[in-house]
């Protein structure tokens, strides 16, 4: 345990504008550097990789490829290269990549993942999709990434907007927008077969193949394994909770004419996880731990038909169900949902573009009981009508832009919610782009924190027990978001600033009952209720920065700086500063990409995260380093040796002993990885 | 709640000042030819020529058209962009012996007859060959540029490519269909 003597708000402030001046000069110094280089005209289209160029699509019908440097929101693109030279072997590994998102891990098989603050275990503020598919899960309001198993080498992009998604995405996307795109069948043709293993991620295996059907038809299916080790205590020794999962899947595109294509894609997953939580026990003065073997399983299947009627007009009809059996320590649920969704896009007049939406979503949600948590009603089923409208309006064409839309849903929690947003974007020369926005969002209220019974133990505070209760009044929480950035894109390097000041009013808070004696022998019992009594705001920049100094070395730098300003005067701010202190105030990511003769490549990623002051986290800032040495052996044969986290034997990155969760930390480890391709 | 409806004010108006706005000519974004494009400056990136090929003594990286040509202005969007150190240059030619400079051929429809002399030709010389027909790689063309269910794809005949000396980057071929040239189209 590292004691933070608390911040020095001084001493903040200077080591913020010292970062600043670093990362000002930095960008200043890459600029000057490359002023020398040809200047010359440059459209979007030549700084785009290979693998990008072949992912955009085109047809003689000339349709609007959308790329993300015309967005106007703080959009960051991970691209198949990106994830591929990271050495990542899960998705939250590499959002660590992007500035503005927040990635700590608890544990081999618990992540907290968060966009602009308010990190947490399950982070109710983040909104991630797979192929449109939500992976937000509204029962207890976060994603859980331990069961989104994804094959890296499946997808093409993972998209994320930091910000309000809410116009087009809906409520929850509070704070952000993650959608993971997986490639067409077509462009993962062949066969691939990978096969690693190594000290946490003890084992890794994949094998994949692709084919035609018929001359209009293509398909892919794979099979995925995957086992990681359990991480450390913070005294060295074993923690308890290692996984393994195992998943299937497969995709089949139909394109039966130039206009219309069909999608018909799902998986299955299975697999356990060993789990240990502190439980009350009759004793007070110690702390009981329970340990279990959780299940975990699920499916889904999903159907797209997109419909092209014009060059400036096509249609997106999609179906989906998706089962998600999940357990943790302290609770299990089993979640089946089943949406519909249609989009419509069109052109209005000479100078609109016109995208509107509507989705109906069904969420059947039941959770078991343990000793730990209870829902009340352990089973229920919610329905979302939602309706979205977006109008792109050429102010000056080609220049200036002005983007209207607001969402519109109605949940059975509370009722009808509106999120309308306005974005402005000038493009005053090709590689320059400036935008600006203003929008509101909320994040309606989970079953968790309307039907919850949570009980348990704190560890640092043996003798006592927290009591959380929902609250059937429970409101949305709202956000008004004021953002602008600004984007370049050079020959040789490009750079992305987004600045952002976000409003929050009636966020979640637990107000204190009268505490009692319980059990015998009598240990105290402290309730909590869950009101919407917190409010605040939060400000920051985020820069991404990319430079190619030399043909064979490409540099990926992002910055990330957050002030988080939350009253809850109803426990005297104890929780907006505990909420305050669990989100670092400071990110850095730097990744050196080398290209070396013979297939050699060697990439290195320094990261840093500053430090968690909050009560319950305690967790100090840390660099650590990832590094990668891959080979293009043979036309097929590519092998990769990994090592993370090198520069410390273990460290710790987010506690959740607020769930009962032991602490655990991180551990130096190493993979090496061999991958067969075939076509 | 001031706010909303501000932004609802503004929607309104904009939609009545638009539907009477005057009708707009817009360049289209980017359009096939322009990615394909794209796709010739990749390959002269990721292609190494031979050191009598002279790539570094000349002036500009010439890319030649050689017959109909398919991208006309969409062409643009690499022009003058540098590639192994000199700006990129395109020149449009109805015979071989107009482009002879070039280090990368860009033939366009030609007669399969028109196509076969014209390789033969430039066959051993190091200057990649692209095209789009649909056999073009098997008659010995190096790289073929084709869209598939909406999405630029190439192929490339390495063959004829390692025999005019193109070291071409395991990048590229990785993402290449790889063909070989019809035994009955083999001329040696």
């Known amino acids: 345990m590292h004691p933070n003597p608390g911040r020095n708000s001084n001493a903040a402030t200077s080591l913020w504008s010292r970062w600043f001046r670093v990362g000002l000069l930095l960008v200043l110094a890459a600029g000057a550097a490359t002023a020398a280089a040809a200047a010359s005209y440059a459209g979007d289209l030549t700084a785009l990789s290979i693998e990008e160029l072949m992912a955009i699509e085109v047809s003689s019908l000339s349709r609007k490829s959308q790329r993300l440097s015309d967005t106007p929101a703080a959009a960051f693109v991970i691209t198949a290269e990106d994830i591929r030279r990271s050495g990542a072997t899960s998705v939250p590994e590499a959002l660590r990549m992007v500035p503005g998102i927040q990635v700590a891990r608890i544990g081999a098989d618990k992540w907290a993942v968060s966009s602009r603050g308010f990190n947490d275990w399950f982070s109710n503020k983040l909104l991630v999709l797979m192929d449109g598919r939500t992976v937000y899960n509204s029962v207890y309001s976060g994603v859980n990434w331990r069961d989104q198993d994804v094959l890296l080498e499946d997808v093409a992009r993972i998209e994320v907007i930091r910000g309000p998604g809410a116009s087009l995405w809906g409520a929850n996307a509070v704070n952000g927008v993650i959608n993971i795109v997986t490639k067409p069948a077509i462009e993962t043709q062949g066969a691939l077969v990978t096969a690693g293993a190594g000290t946490e991620a003890r084992a890794l295996g994949a094998a994949r193949y692709g084919g035609a059907l018929g001359s209009a038809a293509h398909y892919a299916a794979y099979l995925k394994y995957a086992e990681h080790d359990a991480t450390a205590t913070p005294a060295g020794d074993g923690s308890y909770d290692d996984y393994r999962l195992a998943k299937v899947g497969g995709r089949v595109d139909w394109q039966p004419a130039e206009r219309d294509g069909f999608t018909l894609q799902g998986d299955y997953r299975e697999g356990n996880a060993h789990g240990s939580a502190y439980i009350p026990t009759p004793d007070p003065a110690g702390l009981g731990i329970a340990e279990s073997r959780n299940d975990l399983g699920g499916g889904n299947l999903l159907a797209r038909w997109h419909h092209t009627f014009s060059n400036t007009s096509d249609l997106v009809a999609q179906a989906y169900y998706d089962r998600s059996d999940s357990e943790f320590a302290i609770y299990a649920e089993t979640v089946d949902t089943y949406d519909l969704d249609l989009q419509h896009r069109f052109a209005l007049g000479a100078r609109q573009e016109i995208i509107w939406g509507l989705g109906y979503r069904l969420t059947r949600g039941d959770v078991q009981s343990t000793p730990t948590m209870r829902f009340d009603p352990a089973e229920r089923s919610d329905e979302l009508f939602s309706l979205f409208v977006q109008d792109e309006i050429a102010l000056v064409p080609k220049k200036l832009a002005l983007i209207v839309g607001s969402k519109f849903e109605e949940n059975d929690f509370t009722g009808t919610e509106t999120q309308p947003n306005a974005r402005l974007r000038w493009t005053p020369h090709e590689r320059h782009t400036l935008w600006a926005a203003v929008s509101q969002a909320v994040r309606t209220p989970s079953r968790f924190v309307r039907d919850v019974s949570l009980t348990h133990a704190v560890l640092d505070y043996p003798g006592m027990q927290v009591a959380i209760h929902g609250n059937r009044d429970f409101d949305s929480e709202e956000l008004t978001a004021y953002e602008s950035g600004y984007r370049f894109s050079g020959d040789r390097w490009g750079f992305d600033l987004a600045l952002f000041y976000n409003q929050y009013d009636r966020l979640g808070t637990w107000v204190p009952g009268t505490p009692f004696l319980d059990g015998s022998p009598p240990y105290l019992v402290v309730p909590f209720t869950t009101v919407n009594e917190m409010e605040g705001d939060t400000y920051g920049a985020e820069v991404a920065v990319e430079w190619q100094p030399l043909a064979w070395w490409r540099l990926q730098g992002a910055f990330s700086c957050l002030r988080m300003e939350l009253d809850d005067p109803i426990t005297g701010n104890i929780i907006s500063a505990s909420v305050e202190g669990q989100s670092p105030e400071q990110q850095f990511s730097l990744r050196s990409a080398m290209d070396f003769p013979h297939g050699f490549e060697l990439d290195l990623w320094l990261k840093y995260v500053d430090d968690l002051p909050a009560e319950l986290q305690h967790i100090p800032a840390y660099w650590e380093l990832d590094a990668r040495l891959g080979w293009q052996a043979t036309r097929n044969w590519s092998f990769d040796l990994v090592g993370q986290n090198l520069l410390d034997d273990r460290h710790p990155e987010f506690t959740a002993v607020l769930f009962g969760v032991p602490r655990a930390e991180i551990e130096r480890s190493a993979y090496i990885k061999a991958t067969w391709r075939f076509q | ?188």
């Open chain 2, 1 to 188: 709640m001031r706010l909303k409806r501000s932004i609802y004010m503004l929607m309104a108006g904009w939609l009545l000042w638009s539907a009477a706005g005057p009708a707009m000519a817009e360049a289209p974004p980017a359009s096939e030819y322009q990615i394909k494009a794209a796709f010739l400056y990749n390959f002269a990136k990721f292609i190494e020529w031979p050191a009598d090929a002279h790539v570094a003594d000349a002036q500009n990286f010439t890319i030649g058209i050689l017959g109909p040509d398919p991208f006309g202005p969409d062409i643009a969007v690499i022009e003058g962009k540098p590639v192994k150190g000199k700006p990129l240059h395109v020149v449009r030619g109805h015979t071989l012996e107009e482009l002879k400079g070039c280090q990368v051929l860009f033939i366009g429809a030609l007669s399969a007859a028109e196509l076969a002399q014209s390789l033969k030709h430039i066959s051993a010389r190091p200057v990649l060959t692209v095209g789009e027909g649909e056999g073009f790689a098997h008659q010995g063309g190096m790289i073929r540029l084709m869209t598939v269910e909406n999405r630029v794809r190439f192929e490339i005949n390495v063959q004829v490519a390692d025999r005019a000396r193109l070291k071409i980057s395991s990048h590229l071929l990785r993402l290449a269909r790889i063909v070989s040239t019809d035994d009955a189209n083999e001329s040696q």
